[in-house]
């Protein structure tokens, strides 16, 4: 059986990875992805249903498009048997047609089967994501490449940001004091 912190992290791995064999380790079968985008810099479509349209959406077509990928979810991981778990998350990027780099953030809601410990629904929010020149690429990849991952504290994450006046809003919303992480058993 799968625990909650290894759904997610078998999650990351497809999508940074474009690994998409990985995704039956992550998600039931009937999953269900719904996406909350509140930027027009990157599109999404708003729901889907089902492990193979997850891939597409998640890891097929998403690695199509960017490279050099590493997300972090912010916070400690959830407990073993958690049903249900909530954490920020920022993505470091490029984009493999332009080479410019995007940094973006949000919220990840996870739901759990308590029997196969597999995601069963998972909401992603994008409150920021943010295109940088490709200039901006190194720095950006130095930054992210150095970070733990894929759990990281939004502390360590800001400790070394490049200073790069487009990532404030993104560093701002991943500072907030709003919870970085919340579990239920």
């Known amino acids: 059986m799968n625990t909650a912190q290894l759904s997610i992290q078998q999650y990351i791995k497809a999508k940074d990875g474009n690994r998409p064999h990985l995704l039956p380790q992550a998600f039931a079968p009937d999953a269900i992805l719904d ?30 498009t960017f490279e050099n990928v590493y997300t972090f979810c912010l916070g400690l991981p959830p407990e073993p048997q958690a049903r249900a778990f909530q954490c920020k998350w920022l993505v470091g990027m490029s984009d ?10 949000g919220l990840y809601e996870w739901q759990f089967s308590p029997e196969s410990g597999l995601v069963e629904r998972l909401t992603i929010t994008i409150e920021h994501m943010k295109t940088l020149p490709a200039t901006d690429l190194h720095c950006i990849m130095k930054w992210v490449s150095h970070l733990d991952y894929p759990w990281c504290s939004s502390q360590a994450l800001v400790n070394n940001v490049p200073d790069i006046d487009t990532l404030e809003e993104v560093i701002q919303y991943v500072t907030s004091n709003t919870p970085t992480c919340t579990s239920q058993v």
Not at 35 to 57: A, K, N
Not at 98 to 104: D, I, K, Q, W
Request: aromatic residues 4%; charged residues 20%; contains cysteine.
């Open 35 to 64: 996406m909350v985008v509140h930027t027009g810099s990157i599109s999404f479509p708003p729901h889907v249903e089902g492990l193979g349209p997850i891939g597409d959406v998640l890891v097929r077509r998403f690695g199509q």
């Open 96 to 105: 493999k047609s332009s080479g410019e780099a995007r940094v973006g953030c």
